[in-house]
């Protein structure tokens, strides 16, 4: 077996070819999930913004024109709003995946001669799943912020329109 069959994309030499294989993979899943994140950490920031300019449009306009707002629609519509602000900026704010092993990660790299490779695979492993898991929460709440943003545009337009 070639040096080549057993070296990642760094040109680190692996000792087996499946160790090689398993980092490529887990280095490429990492990869994935950041560019993922940094996705919702786009829409999430756009949606907290164009909640911002509703809300702000809605309530110039209503004081504005002097326009008479059904009170209990238009309070539930504002306070969906207001949700549709904060679950955007919770998801934006679970930003932050795990690339690699962390300082305690390497010392134990360090210690264990015989296995790093092992242990190394296993903290690549164990970052895919917690980024998967913060994965998950974050697209839950930038849905639950779509979904409040749009049900508190209609429900504030009502309040206004009747």
Partial sequence: MSASDRSGNDGAVWSQPRYSVAYREARAVLNAQQQRQNNLDDKAL?????????????ITAAKAFDIAVMEPLGYAGICLLVVSFGTAL????????????????????VREED???RTFLAQLEAAVAINTSQLNRCSFLLLVSDGTLFVGVIASLSAVAL
Avoid at 46 to 58: D, F
Avoid at 90 to 109: D, H, N
Wanted: charged fraction near 15%; charge should be neutral; hydrophobic fraction near 40%.
């Fill in 46 to 58: 756009r949606t907290a913004r164009l909640t911002t300019i509703v809300v702000g449009s809605i």
């Fill in 115 to 117: 296995v790093w490779e």
């Fill in 90 to 109: 919770a998801s934006f704010g679970m930003s932050s995946p795990i690339l690699g092993p962390g300082s305690e990660g390497l010392r134990e790299l």
